[in-house]
């Protein structure tokens, strides 16, 4: 049985881990053949082809494909969707943009951040923000599915998968990519840190944001917000963690004023260990904290970073 | 420009579910539902929209059981001008899938020919981020989802997407689908006159088969199940403890 995965290539760099994750769920599937696609995706071929459990690369190059607009993505995926049982992705933006678009064309349902690999046609998800954790049996002949990538550990390198250039499907055309804004920086990927600091509305302002943003540098951690702090303007939208933002599972969570909202631990409540600091001893965090600390987060966190 | 809002009937994002014991599904019986809060956020868009006169009509739909008429009325009174309810279950644990949904949102595309669509990125009980989508493609539509800024400019619509990497913004032709995500807008409450004139706004009822669509779901909920609570942790007293346990722990 044939599995395609579509691997994350963002401006022509294979995304390793996000993809890696995806391959260690995809290999349970079948042989699992790689599609890397975007303007320029050759070096991210190359890249996927070392991935342990991948037999096999495909690279489109089209400057259609430049920006993973989701018509021209979707049309590429069903042109090659005959030779495979079953296609999958890393459930990143990306492809939750795009994945819809394929099943619905090959009129199917598409199975959504799967958790888990039952079988070739039963896959786990969680539904409910987390509090409830469904297996789900697909009727249909092709299966498309995205994984949720904190739930699986990355695959290994040290294949040698062959690669193998094609060419992209006609681009319809629909849409057109105007510009991205990227915030640049030094930090760890949120969703592949092996730790992570989140500030949330206790925080107050964007300047007092740079509390976090230090204690996350001495961890050497990747920086998370609640949906709170990005509302009030204190982070930027990438920063969410959360039931509609991003789903950590890191080494260490630290949360600091954040109240624990069920959408918010529906991002972060599979970390392995977990600190809260909140001045309210009643906040729910504190119920999935495995070290908990009452304090003004004005007082312990200079105090932490200073004895850390 | 006419604009179509599908809206959501789903449980109150404030209610903790219970999974029933029996590993069936989620207990729904008699818990407040409320309308999908993203679809909130789509109804607010549609609206505003209207009121900057490049909308002339919304038109709010809704799929599911009958009392999903209390969604729609609510959209109603935000502000829309008319709803379709398609009754597609009796029995409120009886969802229908993005692709069924889907389906049925095509056949009223067809017939209403909006030049709009603005679903939510996702409902929040299923959490499947799918049925727009769905739509785009079955149409062989544009689509932008995640929208945290729209604009209409002639026959094109720009939007920006609150994507992994930060935000991208492209543009796309009418008529597109646009899913709307948390920052796109604050959603207006509706007012008690509004709610009384909402109740005289006109809401059609139908079903999938005026529509010719089955909604047989193509996946089988094998079992629901909860998910693994955490063990108890510790609250420490000072800074210092805190330090000493996460060097315990060799998390630091
Ligand atoms: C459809 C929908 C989707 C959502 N998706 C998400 C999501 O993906 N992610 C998410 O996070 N939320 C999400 N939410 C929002 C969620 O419901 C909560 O509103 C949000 O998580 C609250 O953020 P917060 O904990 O920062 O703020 P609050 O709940 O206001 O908590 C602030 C905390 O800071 C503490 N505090 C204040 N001052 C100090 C101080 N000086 N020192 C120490 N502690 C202090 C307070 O005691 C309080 O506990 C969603 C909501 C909806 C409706
Ligand atoms: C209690 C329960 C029982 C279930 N039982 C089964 C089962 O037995 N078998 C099975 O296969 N699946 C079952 N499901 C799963 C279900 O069929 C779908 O997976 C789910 O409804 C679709 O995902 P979503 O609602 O998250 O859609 P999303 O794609 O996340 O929704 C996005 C947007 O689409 C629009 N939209 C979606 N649905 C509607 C609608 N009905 N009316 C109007 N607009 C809409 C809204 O704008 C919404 O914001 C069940 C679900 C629940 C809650």
């Known amino acids: ?308 | 420009m006419k604009v179509l809002v599908p809206v959501k009937r789903v449980i109150d994002y404030n209610v903790k579910v219970r999974v029933k014991a029996d590993g069936s599904g989620v207990d729904l019986a008699n818990v407040k539902m409320s309308m999908n809060p993203f679809d909130e956020i789509s109804v607010e868009q549609a609206i505003r929209l209207k009121e900057a006169g490049q909308v002339d009509e919304v038109v709010v739909v809704s799929i599911g059981v009958k009392q999903s008429q209390e969604t729609l009325r609510t959209a109603l009174a935000m502000g829309a001008d008319r709803a379709i309810l398609v009754v597609a279950a009796d029995d409120v644990h009886n969802d229908i899938e993005p692709l069924a949904v889907a389906k049925i949102l095509k056949a009223i595309v067809d017939e209403e020919q909006p030049g709009l669509v603005l679903c939510g990125k996702q409902a929040i009980d299923n959490d499947m981020n799918a049925t727009g989508q769905m739509l785009a493609a079955l149409m062989g539509w544009s689509q932008a989802t995640f929208a945290s800024d729209l604009e209409i400019v002639g026959d094109k619509a720009k939007v920006t997407r609150e994507v992994d990497g930060g935000l991208q913004t492209i543009e796309v032709s009418l008529p597109t689908v646009v899913t709307v995500d948390l920052r796109l807008n604050e959603p207006r409450y509706a007012s008690l006159p509004n709610i009384m004139k909402a109740k005289k706004k006109p809401l059609d009822e139908k079903t999938p088969a005026d529509y010719g669509v089955d909604v047989a779901n193509r996946l089988e909920i094998v079992k629901t199940a909860e998910p693994e609570a955490r063990k108890a942790g510790i609250m420490v007293e000072s800074v210092d403890e805190l330090v000493s346990k996460l060097k315990e722990a060799g998390a630091v």
């Open chain 1, 1 to 308: 049985m044939a599995v395609l995965l579509l691997a994350e290539v963002t401006d022509g760099e294979l995304a390793f881990d996000a993809t890696a994750k995806a391959v260690t769920a995809a290999k349970q599937l079948g042989d699992v053949t790689a599609l890397c696609c975007g303007a320029s995706a050759a070096a991210a071929g190359e890249a996927c082809a070392k991935i342990d459990g991948v037999a096999k690369v495909l690279v489109a190059e089209d400057p259609a494909l430049g920006h993973r607009l989701a018509e021209p993505t979707a049309a590429l995926i069903v042109s090659l969707a005959g030779d495979y049982e079953h296609i999958v992705a890393p459930a990143t933006t990306d492809a939750k943009n795009v994945l819809p678009r394929v099943a619905a064309l090959l009129d199917v349902m598409v199975i959504s951040d799967a958790s888990g690999v039952v079988d070739g046609d039963t896959f786990e998800r969680p539904v409910y923000a987390g509090n409830a954790i469904q297996t789900v049996r697909s009727k249909d002949a092709k299966k498309v599915v995205s994984f949720r990538t904190s739930t699986f550990d990355a695959a290994g390198t040290g294949g040698s998968a062959a690669v193998e250039t094609i060419s992209a499907a006609e681009n319809p055309a629909l849409s057109e990519w105007i510009e991205d804004k990227v915030a640049e920086s030094d930090r760890p990927e949120l969703t592949s840190a092996g730790v992570v600091v989140s500030g949330g509305r206790g925080v107050g302002s964007e300047e007092d944001f740079a509390l976090i943003e230090k204690l996350a540098d001495k961890l050497g951690a990747a920086v998370g917000a609640s949906r709170a702090a990005v509302d009030s303007g204190y982070a930027p939208n990438d920063w969410q963690v959360g039931q509609t933002g991003k789903v950590v599972a890191p080494g260490l969570y630290v949360a600091v004023g954040i109240s624990g909202a069920i959408q918010h631990l529906a991002g972060m409540k599979d970390s392995k260990i977990i600190v809260a600091i909140n001045k309210d001893e009643e906040a729910p965090i504190f119920q999935v904290a495995d070290f908990g600390l009452v304090a003004d987060l004005f007082t312990a966190v200079p105090e932490l970073v200073e004895k850390l």
